[in-house]
C-alpha cells in the first residue's frame, strides 16, 4: 500500500472547521475503548469497515 500525504478538498476542511473539537473527542473515546479491548484479549479487535455507494433501498435484503 502505497504511502503519502493525504489531500484533502475544500468541503472537508469546511467540516473540519466546523466538527474538528467533536471529531478529536470522539477520537480519544474510540482510542480509550480499543486500548481497554486490547488489554481485555491480550490483542487489538479485528475491524472491517465496508462501505459502498449507488445501491438502492432494500437491494441488500431490507424487505
Do not use: C, F
Amino acid at each position: 500500500m502505497a504511502k503519502g500525504k493525504i489531500i484533502h478538498d475544500a468541503e472537508y476542511y469546511i467540516l473540519e472547521a466546523q466538527n474538528g473539537e467533536k471529531w478529536k473527542a470522539e477520537d480519544s473515546q474510540l482510542d480509550k475503548k480499543l486500548a481497554e479491548l486490547k488489554k481485555q484479549h491480550g490483542r487489538p479487535p479485528n475491524i472491517i469497515h465496508i462501505m459502498w455507494d449507488d445501491t438502492a433501498y432494500g437491494d441488500v435484503g431490507i424487505p
